[in-house]
């Protein structure tokens, strides 16, 4: 008889909510935490707590008070570093500490990736003040991405196309940064042509697993649509499985990473990498593969086994996105979205909006072989119908 696990999910999002279902069909017990109440996760988790993650403190003393056999991130405004400590005592992190220091700050990953490992990146420089910026963006030359060392969903990143650019850019990756770093990264432009999220399952006691590329389109440095397959030719993506897997094992541990890469004329670059189900992957609830990405983190984490990860339908998804600020959000339109054949639709459930908050998603999808582009028009069709409306 196996005793359940009791874990503890860092971030209590749309991606820990499906996190937190599957390890539960599992047997599994789960601890919410999150900065607010009623976090999407907490609404299906046995147990939710409400703190400030970055408060060590307070970190080391939830982790006192529910001694969680499993520690999971899901976001990136985390102590990191308590992590360490955290493993010292026994207790699963994961990926692991070293993973989840290095992944939560864009600069240790960068420097991992290029500087150790030898990856192919856009070229870079750090900047930790307006003056800073200037001086590398000098360096980098126009157009730059400037992006701050801990955010998600491409909170704070903007392009800098001429000088006039810089001190906007400036400000905003500090009124958007996730947690209290002010550093940022600056990325030369990179003119591709397509963008993907490779999947990337390292296990306990099994090979590492690819899933198939999922290509996506991305605004305010934030995804709206994603698509899988993304037909990629094999040299590319055999050089992009190489990449993922001498990134994985350098940083170690089990359970899924959302590893991205640019492809353009001039060939393939790394891009970022994600230690946890990736917001794109969330394609893989419509049924793309034998295993979502949710389930696949599941096992991974838990050492059970994924003896292999099937194609079994081309698929795409597409965001619905709030208009609007406001509490107690409803929606409208979910009988002519669900109209459409071979669509679904995912409501999160956060209790409150703001302009471009996701709210959302909308699923198509398609025999193996179907048009991608096709089933990505119907899920972005689906997404258009729902109305979200909230109280002022």
Sequence with gaps: MTTPKKIMLL???????????????????????????????????DEREVIDMLDGNALDALVAKHKPDIV???????RTERF?????????????????????????????????????????????????????VENIGL???VKPLMSSSGKGQSIIRSTSDIENAWSYSQSAKRGDIAEVIVESFIPFHTEITLLTVTQKNGPT???????????????QESWQPCRISETLLME???????VTRSLGGAGIWGVEFFLSDEGLYFSELSPRPHDTGMVTLVGTQNLSEFELHARAILGLPVPEISLMRAGASAVILAEMEGNM??????????????????IFGKPSARPYRRMGVALAS?????DVEAIKKQAITSAAKVNIICEE
């Design 329 to 346: 959000p409803r929606f409208s339109g979910l009988e002519e979205a669900l109209a459409l054949p071979g669509t679904d639709i995912r």
């Design 11 to 45: 971030g209590s999002g749309e991606l820990g909510k499906e996190f937190v279902i599957a390890v539960q069909r599992l047997g599994q017990h789960v601890v919410a935490v999150d900065s607010y109440n009623d976090a999407p996760a907490q609404q299906v988790a």
């Design 366 to 370: 398609g025999d193996p072989e179907s």
């Design 72 to 78: 999971v991130p899901e976001i990136e405004a985390i």
């Design 209 to 223: 697993l690819f899933c198939p590329p999922i290509g996506h389109r991305q605004e305010r440095g934030d995804y």
């Design 84 to 136: 360490y400590c955290y493993e010292k005592q026994g207790i699963q992190v994961v990926p692991s500490a070293r993973a989840a220091n290095f992944t939560m700050n864009r600069k240790a990953i960068r420097d991992l990736a290029a500087a150790e490992l030898g990856l192919r990146t856009a070229r870079y420089r750090y900047a930790a003040s307006l003056e800073e910026l200037i001086s590398a």
């Design 240 to 246: 992009a499985q190489e990449m993922a897997e001498k």
């Design 143 to 145: 157009p730059s991405v």
